[in-house]
């Protein structure tokens, strides 16, 4: 059970799984069309991952993995962080987020940064609760570059990379990315306990 | 020598150095129209206070004093902190500042937060810098409350007050607030070195 109504997760993260073994079969929330949308009132990404998965496990009585992910940048002691795809006041709107985002950091030196992952595995009456995080350290870029990706992918360059992350193919950016790893470091959890 | 061209502060700073004692007399940038404007590059209060003062110092040969202040949200790991006055992007949009931290912080529960200020002093010709921070604790409310005051104030409730800084009268809100704090705490180092 993964947390998720968005296809390309839940393939990754089937992919994934079949790496490690263990034979277990993701299904998505558009096979639950009562779930919850729980919001995401935590104040770091495992709160708001293990709040997820859990009031999906309490809801359809299965093992449930959320992840909760965002742009930690250095120069704002880690935010946007959990409030990534809110930066810029309303959900979802990755132009506005990305140009808020470059107008606050205009004259600032620090470009240090990183895309944050935190998957979290949590099994249906309190039977046990796991969580990994996954990290893309790289920088940020002064103005965009690139159409793949979304959110920030425009201004991000992972380190030793001459490219932003929307500069790469998806294929590539999987191969690195912070969820790839979050649900990496998850799977063989997922794998023993699922 | 005060880094700054307003004359509220500079009144400020007088009036606490003359319950201090020293004998000290505090001039305004404005005294010296070729004086630098000094881009704010920091990371923290104290970095950008430090950044003014040494400037100044260098330009005036005099002792100079500059201060940096801001909001620092707890929910916001101390940020808009050295951004608070181009939050939205943009140096000195007070309104557009408050509403995207409102926004930012809809759903979020956590409220805790501080205006803090760091007052600096340098010596011309390297011989000395001190700094000092003033801190104002409090919450921030989900909506504007009162007219005086600006940048925050109106979301700015201070522990064990009733009401927010925008509803103080100016000299309720001197009397308790950040920059009062930082000035107050490095005034006896400029009666005693400047």
Redesign the interface.
């Known amino acids: 059970m993964l947390a998720t109504r968005n296809a390309g997760k839940i393939a990754e993260l089937s992919r994934i799984l079949a790496d490690v073994g263990g034979g277990v079969e993701i299904v998505g929330l558009e096979s639950f069309p009562d779930a919850p949308d729980v919001?995401?009132?935590g104040?770091t990404f495992a709160d708001n991952a293990l709040l997820k998965a859990r009031a999906i496990a309490d809801c359809t009585g299965l093992p449930a993995v959320a992840d909760d992910s965002g742009l930690a940048a250095d120069?704002?002691?880690?935010?946007p962080?959990v409030?990534s795809a809110?930066?810029?006041?309303?959900h979802g709107d990755d132009v506005a987020n990305l140009?808020?985002l470059?107008?606050?950091l205009?004259?600032?030196?620090?470009r240090g940064a990183a895309f944050v992952c935190v998957a979290a595995l949590v099994l249906p009456g309190g039977s046990g609760e796991w969580s990994a995080t996954g990290v893309l350290a790289g920088t940020l870029t002064r103005a965009k570059r690139g159409s793949n990706g979304f959110g920030y992918d425009p201004i991000f360059v992972p380190e030793g990379l001459p490219v932003t992350t929307a500069e790469l193919a998806p294929a590539e950016k999987d191969a690195i990315s912070h969820r790839g790893r979050a649900f990496r470091a998850i799977a063989p959890l997922i794998a023993a306990r699922a």
């Open positions: 919001p995401e009132t104040l120069a704002l002691h880690g935010m962080g409030l809110r930066w810029a006041g309303k140009e808020l470059l107008g606050q205009a004259d600032v030196s620090e």
